[in-house]
């Protein structure tokens, strides 16, 4: 195990697969010499060079058509959007193509492709560059979606993402390149559907993702010291396909369910998850379910709105509080 | 319209809702069965009285309220304003409270629902599964909410309880096969009585054993006629319950209620008569003014009452102010049976099985060995209120009019 941040798991997840498979290519703008701009690939294009670590122009249809070709004609491309606002322009080449190929062929063309992308907000770049985009991906069938809240899952899920033959958006929080946690050493690779329970607790199950599974963290230790509540914390880590069987088993312990969610209220992960709760255990809620989310709502860049916005630790912490009778 | 927990007689304060037949969106016409109540007294159920729509259900299946609390409400046909002042009221509150209408509807009707009188769909499922109501446990979420971990620990508490007990699970589950009945309503109405009426009262049981030759004289004259006339068989009980106001009159305070330390004594016998609902239960209306009535009109009542009792279709009326009861366990063949008083009444007298034996009796002053119907009547009485002596005496009256009376030109 070493330590590493979340921006170098990164690099070191891509160098580990570009090693063992010569067909794994990577394109992007600023990926190459500058290392990306949030120094998240930083030593690739050293060691891999030219042919298989590419700058490209400031195209995002361009880098996802070349990746979508790449794809269908045996190589196993990793493109990056450089902010994941960006996939509005994308969504044609994602939704209609990318995503419908392997079905439409009839199974005749693979499209082993990952889109990385850094996702959400925290870092004051104004409401074009801060939003969390994960339940549009959620909504595309064809394609699946990852959200690693740790190096260490960063690692292990991109490198399954790179091995997988279908499709896999994969989200980076950018808040969370520069945080630290420990790593495997050596070859890591994770399973990408199965979502991770991070501490146990009696009275009620938090469902986050990404940045919010931090901070639910800390919530849980400020809600189990200061109300004695005590609370399950589950990271779902992909969206799709969703671990349901680990997110109601969890649910139904306690009764109770809180989803904290980056993404905007209306149409958010939790929305979707909460249905299938109600649908599957609806006899085993001690408690209507609740979700923490950023309201529907452009995000602003100033930074004391921004903080009110995306749901923080102590608006965890209030609102468990409340609910949690 | 607003759908009221009803009035069930005079006495009735409050009610068991036991069973729902419709649902929130279902039609119903004014004729349709809506609900289902249960008292201390009765099973009854309840049509919905209006043309419309279920629209809300306030109160669940197994709840028991006040009379007069709202059950349910029915949206009638034509009429809809009051639905659009409601959502006309939301939309200004929502409005007023919030700049992110979507996130505030939520938060503005939660704040409206008062959660406390609530119960969860875990909760419900615990209780319905484990046989109990909410108002078994006490629970200690927010305003007295009765939470999921509530129930759990009732159920725990009660299992760690039950080691007191006998163990016979070994026992059961050795055999492995064993069917569990969950008391239904009038189980447990009965099984509370009973336990109470034990709890409140020193029983006393008396008996005396009766030669009804003079009533079967009159049953084999009459009997005949009246299967054709009235459709069913004459029995002893109408002759033993003319005999016993007769007696009563004697002894009134038999014929009572006790009320902490006070006897309340009855002019009239309004007559509780035990029936069994073919082994699912059992009931006791009254015959009421029972001593104003000749042995054909008791006959014809309790026929009435067997009748509707089986149909449940008794009301609370008919159980209102019993003064005594009779349980009738002649048709089996039995002995004896010591019963249990039906509080707050003072006695009640079980008639038990009816037989030729040879008997003993006195003619010109010679003792001969005599064939007659003989069957012992017993009384249980409350020892709080009378003494053996009076019931003895009563019991020596009741015998004295029932093997005295010419029955046979009574009743013709």
Redesign the interface.
């Known amino acids: 195990m070493a330590e590493l941040t979340y921006r170098e798991a990164v690099a070191e997840a891509i160098a580990q697969e570009m090693r063992r498979d010569d067909s794994v290519v990577f394109l992007g703008e600023d990926i190459a010499k500058a290392g990306g701009v949030f120094k998240s690939t930083v030593g690739l294009w050293e060691e891999f060079g030219d042919l298989r670590v590419r700058d490209t122009p400031i195209s995002e249809q361009a880098i996802l058509g070349a990746a979508m070709g790449a794809a269908m004609t045996g190589l196993k491309p990793i493109a990056e959007i450089m902010f994941s606002d960006f996939l509005a322009v994308c969504w044609d080449i994602v939704c209609n193509q990318i995503a419908k190929s392997r079905y439409m062929t009839g199974g005749q063309v693979d499209m082993p492709l990952v889109i990385r992308t850094a996702n959400g907000g925290g870092a004051r770049f104004g409401a074009q560059h801060s939003q969390s985009v994960e339940n549009w991906a959620m909504m595309i069938p064809g394609i699946k979606v990852v959200a690693p809240s740790s190096p260490a899952d960063v690692k292990g899920l991109l490198a399954a993402a790179i091995r997988d033959p279908d499709p896999v958006i994969f989200f980076e929080q950018k808040s969370l390149y520069a945080t630290k946690g420990m790593v495997p050493d050596g070859e890591h690779v994770d399973e990408i559907g199965k979502a991770k329970v991070l501490r146990n607790g009696d009275d009620v199950t938090i469902l986050a993702l990404a940045l919010m599974v931090p901070r639910a963290l800390e919530a849980a230790e400020r809600l189990q010291l200061e109300k004695g509540i005590s609370a399950t914390v589950v990271d779902i880590r992909s969206l799709v396909p969703l671990d349901t069987k680990t997110i109601l088993s969890e649910v139904i312990k306690t009764g109770r369910v809180v989803t904290v969610e980056e993404n905007p209220r209306l149409c958010g992960w939790g929305a979707e998850i909460s249905s299938i709760i109600a649908e599957e255990c609806f006899y085993d809620l001690d408690m209507p379910i609740v979700r923490i989310t950023t309201p529907h709502i452009p995000l602003a860049s100033a930074d004391e709105l921004e903080d009110l916005m995306i749901p923080s630790v102590s608006r965890i912490f209030d609102t468990i509080s409340r609910e949690v009778d | 319209m607003d759908v009221l927990m009803p009035q069930m007689g005079e006495t009735v304060a409050e009610g068991t809702l036991t069973v729902w037949h419709k649902s929130v969106g279902d039609t119903v016409s004014s004729s349709d069965i809506l609900f289902e109540i249960g008292t201390d007294k009765v099973e009854m159920e309840v049509p919905a009285l209006a043309d419309g729509v279920v629209k809300e259900i306030c109160v669940e299946a197994g709840e028991t309220v006040l009379v007069g609390t709202k059950l349910a409400v029915i949206e009638e046909e034509g009429i809809k304003e009051s639905i659009e002042e409601t959502y006309v009221e939301n939309q200004i509150i929502d409005t007023k409270k919030s700049t992110?209408i979507?996130?505030q509807t939520n938060i503005s009707k939660?704040d409206r629902i008062d959660?406390s009188m609530k119960l969860?769909?875990?909760?419900?499922?615990l209780l319905a599964e484990n046989n109990l109501t909410h108002n078994d446990i006490k629970g200690t979420?927010?305003n007295g909410?009765l939470?999921?971990s509530d129930v759990l620990s009732y159920l725990e508490d009660n299992k760690s309880n039950k080691q007191y007990l006998p163990d016979t699970s070994s026992r059961v589950a050795e055999f492995n096969d064993k069917t569990i009945i969950p008391f239904n309503h009038r189980r447990k109405m009965t099984a509370e009585h009973m336990v109470r009426s034990k709890a409140t009262s020193p029983h006393v049981l008396q008996a005396v054993e009766i030669d009804f030759s003079k009533v079967e004289k009159a049953r084999y004259q009459l009997g005949p006629d009246w299967k054709k006339r009235e459709g069913y068989s004459l029995t002893y009980l109408p002759f033993i319950a003319r005999a016993l106001c007769s007696a009563i009159k004697d002894f009134p305070k038999l014929n009572g209620h006790i009320e902490e330390e006070k006897l309340v004594v009855f002019d009239r016998v309004n007559l509780a008569v035990a029936i069994d609902l073919d082994f699912e239960g059992l009931v006791a209306p009254i015959i009421k003014d029972a001593d104003l009535k000749g042995v054909t009109e008791i006959a014809r009542a309790i026929n009435e009452l067997a009748i509707r009792a089986r149909a449940e279709k008794l009301t609370a009326d008919d159980y209102l102010n019993a003064t005594y009861t009779v349980s009738n366990n002649g048709s089996f063949g039995t002995l004896i049976t010591a019963p249990i008083i039906n509080q707050p009444q003072v006695a009640i007298l079980s008639t038990d099985g009816v037989s030729k034996r040879a008997t003993v009796i006195e003619k010109d002053g010679e003792d001969l060995i005599a064939i007659r119907p003989i069957g012992i009547l017993a009384q249980s009485f409350d020892h709080r209120a009378i003494d053996g002596s009076y019931s003895g005496a009563f019991m020596r009256r009741l015998k004295e009019i029932l093997e005295t009376r010419n029955w046979a030109e009574i009743v013709s």
Do not use: M
């Open positions: 992110d979507i996130a939660r959660r969860s769909p875990v909760v419900r499922k979420g927010r909410r939470k999921r």
